[in-house]
């Protein structure tokens, strides 16, 4: 902590996820000079409004012109077009890195572009966030104590990821290296599966039409705590299902099975095993409990 | 408040709904005491260790003799012979009354019971609750502000509804009345499905076992959060499947079409369906926070 590592880094999308890293990296004085970019302008002048960036960039261009890291905070489907804009004016040896929530999509997308320009890329997803989005959400503690997964490859430069390593653990996160494919699967699993079934829940019951009154009014904290994924930002979520599609129809797959499953063991009111299912899921979901305490 | 509304409560099963019944009525003076009843022998011990109730009875006939209300805070499936237990000792014109989160089938076998024996049965629903059981999770402001649900029938004895009623209230809750079978119709919707979807997504993440390593290590407090009613007690949630298997299955089967629509946007890639099916889902999910907040 106190080390400065870099002189300046460019942020390119200053919503809760770029604006969270860029708060933690000030207040652990390990960069000089962080200057924002995002292509919504009220994003980028409240950003800057708040100290979210030190500075606003008047253009992409201006942005990555002479910084040492960029770091692309924008949802999964517009890495290639920001990938595209930045590289072309990135200076030589600059390390470019990212945040998306799928991997192997952004990695063969840019992966190629830096390599032609000379810039080294770091492909990155910390895993953390909040239901909410932009500027305004930020807050320098995001990452503490959650993981960020970065995931190299052949082609990744050693000193890039040891600073983008460097980086994400000054920001508070435990770094944990991973390969490309399994990232998108487990992912799949534990993040964008239940993503797909939150929404899903809440469509389905806000269109229960037996009644006149929206029965929404009668749902206490359960369902309120259950569905809080369900605000979530709807354009990163359709460009994470657009881009791990395969990995996450396996997924959905395999839910509709166990689902299916109970809906047996109501249908033929098999107590026991129904018993047994609740009893099951209960005693996994007790460990995930026990080991994040564990962890903290 | 501080108005005595009874002499003698006898609450059966001292877990963390009657436990807190108990405990929310004493702190407000509303009873002169509260005697309590368990079949788990540990459990009605602690609670007397804990003071959730004044007593511990060493019977369930000796519990409900002198009471002048019998509160069953016990599972679903436990109703019928708790209520055939207790009947038969309540004093004529007692008021007998219930927290089960299923109605029709605890009306349909209590409510002929009480008739038999000329006590008043009154059937509730607090929607309130956590993910803990047991005695020892049992607080006094667990339903502070939170709705409880009376389903009256033409057989509901008038100054009994209107006694559960005040007793409900002074624990701290909004009373709603409603309709017997549109009650189980609106939690199967809004409780019960949420409950079995945490239950199917855990036990089909945890058995994803393409990787050696628990993937569910990876999961963030998203995972954590969605699926804390995973944990809730099996028992309880067994009962509430087999005596809500219809309006749960037509629920379920409804959640089904939802997700098999998501599935196939994602299979086609519409990019353009899928926002709107995102987008959709966050402003109802966001308007019951509105409401909640409001309420508040």
Not at 78 to 97: C, E, F, I, N, Y
Not at 189 to 213: F, G, Q, T, W
Request: aromatic fraction near 6%; proline fraction near 3%.
């Amino acid at each position: 902590m106190g080390t400065c590592l870099v002189d300046k880094i460019a942020i390119i999308g200053v919503g809760l996820i770029g604006g969270s890293f860029a708060l933690a990296l000030k207040r652990a004085h390990a960069v000089q000079r962080v200057i924002g970019w995002d292509t919504d302008a009220d994003n980028l002048s409240l950003a800057t409004q708040l100290g979210v960036v030190d500075e606003a960039a008047l253009s992409i261009e201006q942005a990555v012109a002479d910084a040492d890291v960029v770091m692309l905070a924008v949802p999964v489907g517009s890495m290639l077009t920001a990938a595209q804009q930045v590289v072309k004016h990135m200076k030589p040896g600059a390390v470019l890195s990212d945040t998306g929530s799928v991997k192997q999509t952004v990695v063969a997308q840019v992966e190629p572009l830096a390599q032609a320009s000379s810039v080294y890329f770091v492909a990155g997803h910390p895993i953390s966030g909040t239901e909410r989005s932009g500027a305004g959400s930020a807050f320098a503690e995001l990452y503490h104590n959650k993981r960020c997964i970065l995931t190299p490859t052949v082609n990744t430069n050693i000193s890039a990821l040891t600073l983008i390593e460097k980086l994400w653990q000054t920001a508070g996160s435990e770094v944990v290296h991973m390969d490309v494919v399994k990232h998108d699967r487990i992912l799949a699993a534990i993040s964008h599966l239940p993503h797909m079934i939150a929404y899903s829940l809440v469509n389905s019951v806000s269109s229960y039409d037996r009644y006149p009154e929206n029965i929404l009014d009668y749902s206490a904290g359960g369902f309120r705590d259950f569905t809080r994924i369900a605000s979530s930002d709807p354009i990163m979520w359709r460009d994470i299902a657009l881009n791990n599609r395969e990995s996450l129809l396996e997924m959905i797959g395999q839910f509709e099975q166990f689902l299916a499953e109970l809906k047996q063991d109501i249908t033929s009111a098999d107590g026991a095993r129904l018993y047994e299912f609740f009893y099951r899921s209960k005693v996994s979901r007790d460990a995930i409990l026990a080991n994040v305490a564990k962890d903290d």
